[in-house]
């Protein structure tokens, strides 16, 4: 048994910490109640991030943007001065690369192993405990966590360095993003064509066209429910870093540019509050 640190309890991050079974879970989230479903589990509420640190030698932060991961592991209160040697703490936002660099490498100095593990498979994934994790990092202090991050995911693959993570899962978004268009004008195509769309999902689903966008949210899609198992304004999010780092590589991404451009044109309450096969609605309103 070990003490393991869980900050960041959101949509995904509740779920990925509820996975972390026979060890003891201190938590803690910037509101109190999205932690109260593993509060009242066993996990341990504590008041601040320094207080998480005190107590574990594993620490997950699932966060927003990466000011908010700057913040929590590189301020003056952050996870990194606040740490100690023999410390691993693992950032499974989706972040820039660069950052994951520079925060891998503020830690080394310090004693404590850091690894970027962005996820991929949305709160479906989180809950079933079948992510796939995408790591980067010093290889020695991944396979001595690895077993840990197998408690929530069905795939960890180790990719290198600090900030490989990262990388692959701009990769995996730069997918997702065309891929979702695709699916959303596949349905409106077929809505205005006057089919049974529920049969056309149903067909295409089985043939060349299957993708998870297509099987888990395309229904959801169909019924309306845009609750959001990824939020929008978290997925615009990864695609600008995306674009950044495509920008860096001096190379073009025409599809993902207009997945961007496209998502940016929802109004600002859509992007808020709704999942990101919202996209749906864009169609449908603007046509």
Not at 142 to 153: A, G, Q, T
Not at 179 to 205: C, K, N, P
């Amino acid at each position: 048994m070990m003490n393991i640190g869980f900050i960041g309890t959101g949509v995904m991050g509740k779920s990925m910490a509820g996975h972390l079974k026979g060890h003891t879970l201190f938590v803690f989230n910037r509101t109190k109640e999205k932690a109260d479903t593993l509060i009242e589990q066993g996990a341990v509420w504590c008041r601040s991030p320094a207080e998480v640190s005190e107590q574990c030698d594993v620490i997950f932060t699932m966060l927003g943007y990466p000011h908010d991961v700057e913040e929590m592991y590189l301020g003056e209160q952050g996870l990194v001065k606040c740490g100690r040697p023999g410390q691993f703490l693992i950032d499974c936002t989706t972040s820039s690369p660069e950052l994951a660099k520079k925060i891998a490498e503020e830690a080394m100095a310090a004693g404590i192993s850091v690894i970027d593990a962005p996820v991929s498979g949305g709160d479906i994934g989180a809950k079933n405990g079948t992510l796939s994790v995408m790591t980067g990092g010093d290889e020695q202090a991944y396979l001595k966590v690895r077993e840990i991050l197998n408690m929530f995911s069905s795939s960890v693959q180790y990719f290198g360095q600090a900030g490989s993570g990262q990388h692959t899962k701009m990769a995996n978004q730069i997918a997702i993003a065309s891929g979702m268009i695709g699916v959303a004008e596949s349905l409106y195509y077929a809505e205005q064509a006057g089919l049974d769309i529920e049969r056309v999902l149903e067909t295409i689903s089985k043939g060349a066209a299957g993708s998870w966008s297509l099987s888990n949210l395309a229904p959801r899609m169909l019924a309306g429910d845009y609750q959001p198992g990824f939020y929008t304004h978290h997925f615009l999010k990864d695609m600008k870093i995306a674009l950044d780092e495509a920008s860096k590589m001096n190379i073009q991404l025409p599809g993902l540019e207009l997945a961007y451009q496209l998502y940016n044109q929802l109004s600002e309450e859509q992007k808020q509050s709704t999942g990101t096969h919202i996209i749906f609605e864009r169609y449908r309103g603007n046509n």
